[in-house]
């Protein structure tokens, strides 16, 4: 048995023969040309029948991985009309005088050079799409037919790296897993295969080479691994995983679609926690209500640059747009504390979880915070956005952030951009002062989330990363659960809804409580939605003088 790890783009457990990905091999002549214009129409018709072929593929997308995930075809379009794409193509055709297939490779080499440069791990990605318009020109310049790729039963494909086409085009009811040895989870082919509910493993390296051809292995996407020719123990243990996540997946299927709904026919909100673009398949397969708190700065995590404009606003309005009109609740940075990145800069300090963090940086950079507003303003007019600030300790900080929030929208306007303009601005509840204002706060804002991680490290005066934490704070400390209730009737009084966005929010001995408290939303890691789903749908809150005495019990009124 061979065993070579990867990451995992999306789990499950799949079994077949390895077909190792063939491309045709494509040779490249170098010459100097007499008629360079011949060269050139030979590009315009290539041009012409790549993009013919795109829409084709586009639409074969769109019914196999939906409209947003096929809109990289569509892309690949805007890629060839490109304006300065095209102007090198036509100077090494028409000023260098070179055939024209040597020309597309050149600018693709060209372009590819500038995109690995970039900081941006998503800009650096785009260099695959633009190897696959230039392969696709060439193809077409040369007069060749596309790669035909024919599979023999259920197949592991196994390659150095996937382009998005040829991932598309290849028999889904044949394909049982991808392993690639590059790649990355956020690359298009990891998009589709996710999408695709495919497991997929990226970034195998070295190992997976084409000697394993037609061999008999097993994926398991959720550890990442590829068991070539598995012995019989492995087999069983992987039998056994797939029982258990069956067992799994019976649960969530029973709850999918239905209402979240207690006994008395309380409708109840919960929702997704997520960090990344990458964790909204996860969410999506959990049921979710939608995005109760994405926690953006993770974002700005082990790189070396802060990310564009473009490179946020895609992000934001991906997760937008494939939670297709649900809520979806962004935090504003809130970098600091544990959350560092070196580019930021900031000062050492003896005490970051209690410094210069979240909302005070955004106050303060301003430049940093309104490239962020920007891309949520613009990311709003492709889904229902609500925008979350962090750290809250004073209205005035609130009442700042909302005038910056209006000098962008300002921005927006000159330059013609759209935006929503119902989005809803929050405040995290997550430290005493906030609760201790939340009359107050209620009064500006339009809802509340209560972090209950950092409410608790600054109402009970321990480091949430402290090892002892779990030993000197007694659980579900009283003093937390009192705010949770000063802050579900402050922000009541004022016709305002309160979630809860913190971990405790999924301890499924506090769901009672929460809800005769009248918090309106929970939202969770993504495993954690469908069992915090079945308590709610096993709570009756149709009594009153119940729900009085436990709250009384529970708070200690
Ligand atoms: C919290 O503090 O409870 C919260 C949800 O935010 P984070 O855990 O990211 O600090
Ligand atoms: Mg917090």
């Not at 993009?51 to 947003?68: H, R, S």
């Not at 925008?387 to 927006?412: A, G, N």
Request: charged share 30%; aromatic share 8%; with cysteine.
């Amino acid at each position: 048995m061979i065993t070579i790890t990867g990451r995992s783009v999306f789990g499950g457990i799949a079994r077949g023969r390895i077909s190792y990905y063939h491309r045709d091999e494509v040779i490249i002549n170098k010459l100097k040309v007499v008629d360079p214009e011949r060269e050139w129409d030979k590009y315009l018709l290539a041009k012409s029948e790549s993009i013919e072929e795109l829409k084709c593929l586009q639409t074969q997308a769109t019914e196999d991985i939906g409209k947003n995930d096929a809109q990289i075809f569509y892309i690949h379009q805007v890629i060839l009309n490109d304006s300065q794409f095209e102007r090198l193509i036509y100077d090494y055709i028409m000023t260098k005088r070179y055939n024209a297939d040597y020309a597309v490779a050149r600018t693709a080499q060209a372009f590819g050079r500038i995109l690995t440069k970039m900081d941006s791990e998503y800009i650096k990605e785009r260099q695959a799409d633009v190897n696959d318009i230039s392969d696709r020109l060439i193809r077409h310049i040369q007069n060749r037919s596309g790669n035909t790729f024919e599979l023999d039963g259920m197949s592991i494909i196994c390659a150095d790296d996937l382009m998005p086409s040829e991932t598309v085009t290849l028999d889904k009811s044949k394909v049982a897993a991808f392993c690639t040895s590059g790649g990355s989870t956020t690359s298009h082919t990891a998009i589709i295969a996710r999408t695709m509910n495919i497991p997929a493993l990226v970034g195998m390296g070295a190992p997976l080479t084409e000697e394993f051809e037609g061999r008999f292995a097993i994926v398991d996407g959720y550890s990442g691994t590829l068991y070539i020719e598995p012995d019989e123990k492995t087999v069983k243990m992987l039998e056994h995983k797939e029982d258990e996540e069956g067992r799994k997946q019976e649960l969530l299927r029973r709850l999918k679609g239905r209402k979240n709904i207690t006994r008395d026919g309380r409708e109840f909100a919960v929702y997704a926690n997520i960090g990344s673009l990458s964790d909204v398949p996860s969410a999506i397969e959990n049921d979710c209500g939608g995005v109760g708190l994405f926690r953006s700065e993770f974002m700005y995590l082990q790189r070396e640059d802060f990310p564009d404009e473009e490179e946020l606003f895609y992000n934001y309005r991906r997760v937008l747009e494939d939670m297709k009109g649900k809520r979806v609740v962004i935090r504003t940075l809130d970098i600091g504390a544990d959350k560092n990145a070196e580019y930021f800069d900031l000062d050492k300090e003896l005490n970051p979880a209690m410094g210069f963090r979240a909302v005070r940086i955004c106050l303060e950079r301003q430049d940093i915070f309104k490239t962020q507003l920007r891309a949520l303003y613009r990311a709003s007019a492709y889904g229902n956005l609500a925008v979350l600030i962090p750290m809250i300790i004073d209205v005035d900080e609130i009442r700042r952030v909302k005038e910056i929030i209006e000098d962008v929208k300002l921005e927006l306007i000159e330059e013609g951009k759209s935006f929503a303009e119902n989005v809803e601005i929050g405040a995290m509840i997550e430290t005493p002062a906030s609760v201790m204002l939340s009359d107050l706060l209620a009064k500006e804002v339009d809802f509340f989330s209560i972090g209950t991680n950092d409410l608790e490290q600054f109402t009970l005066a321990i480091d949430r990363q402290n090892p002892h934490y779990e030993s000197v704070v007694p659980q579900n400390h009283l003093a937390v659960l009192r705010m949770i209730k000063i802050v579900c009737d402050n922000a009541h009084s004022c016709g305002k809804k309160v979630s809860i966005c913190g971990e405790l929010g999924a301890d499924l001995s506090l769901t009672e409580i929460f809800l005769d408290m009248h918090v309106d939303a929970l939202s969770v890691a993504p495993p954690q939605i469908l069992p915090v789903r079945k308590t709610i749908r096993s709570l009756n809150l149709s009594d009153r003088r119940q729900i009085y005495n436990n709250i009384q019990q529970a708070l200690k009124l």
